[in-house]
């Protein structure tokens, strides 16, 4: 059975950082890409960044850009979020998402996610 | 562009059939996929490629596309369907993901 189990998440101050670990299992972590994924209190889900199986290619979305660091230890079979400069906004329930692409062009999803951890900013 | 344009809310009778729409320029070269969100619980995907569906999701849930607009449909909705509903893509360049504002469907 495939797991994702989120942690990491609390209360920091504005400024401060935190660290976001996914630990994966049912299948085979270094396969596969993985992306984080996050929902502020009441609102949309946002992605927030995307890691290549090997580590090689990452991505970032503008609003995070050059704060967070998304990483992996494939040997360890987890998925980490390095969260720096927190700001207010960036208060929401953290989910880590597989993400799996079928043989057809274009055909790209998140098959299953993990049941999140929640990060809130303020002083 | 790199958005995902969704109706806010959407509303269904017990049994009738229901369709929410996403579009956006990616989805003319990218497939867009389909979550359904529980109040207090994680995304469930229920919708990805041309059609697809995962195991356990019922058939009463079908997609498709045309152009710039992907739909989900579901036929004779009943009350457990009741959720948000978010689709998503991989934007224009194919690098970053793209989630649509989210549709809140309420089944009456």
């Known amino acids: 059975e495939v797991q994702l189990v989120e942690s990491g998440g609390g209360l920091v101050q504005p400024g401060g950082s935190l660290r976001l670990s996914c630990a994966a299992s049912?299948?085979?972590?270094?396969?596969?890409?993985m992306n984080w994924v996050r929902q502020a209190p009441g609102k949309g889900l946002e992605w927030v960044s995307y890691?290549?199986?090997?580590?090689?290619?990452?991505y970032y979305a503008d609003s995070v850009k050059g704060r967070f660091t998304i990483s992996r230890d494939n040997a360890k079979n987890s998925l980490y979020l390095q969260m720096n400069s927190l700001r207010a906004e960036d208060t929401a329930v953290y989910y880590c998402?597989?993400?799996?692409?079928?043989?057809?062009?274009?055909?790209?999803?998140?098959?299953?996610w993990g049941q999140g951890t929640l990060v809130t900013v303020s002083s | 562009s790199s958005e995902l344009t969704q109706d806010p809310a959407v509303s269904v009778a017990l049994g009738q059939t229901v369709r929410i729409t996403c579009q956006g320029d990616s989805l003319r070269s990218y497939y867009a996929s389909w979550y359904q969100q529980k109040p207090g619980q994680a995304p469930v995907l229920v919708i990805y490629?041309?059609?697809n569906r995962p195991s356990g999701i019922p058939d009463r849930f079908s997609g498709s596309s045309s152009g710039n607009t992907a739909s989900l449909t579901i036929t004779g909705a009943q009350a457990e369907d009741e959720a948000d509903y978010y689709c998503?893509?991989?934007?224009?360049?194919?690098?970053?993901?793209?989630f649509g504002g989210g549709t809140k469907l309420t089944v009456l």
């Open positions: 998402a597989r993400d799996t692409h079928s043989t057809d062009y274009g055909d790209y999803y998140f098959d299953y």
């Open positions: 998503n893509s991989r934007d224009s360049s194919g690098n970053l993901v793209v």
């Open positions: 890691i290549s199986s090997s580590g090689s290619t990452i």
């Open positions: 490629g041309k059609n």
């Open positions: 049912g299948f085979t972590f270094s396969t596969y890409e």
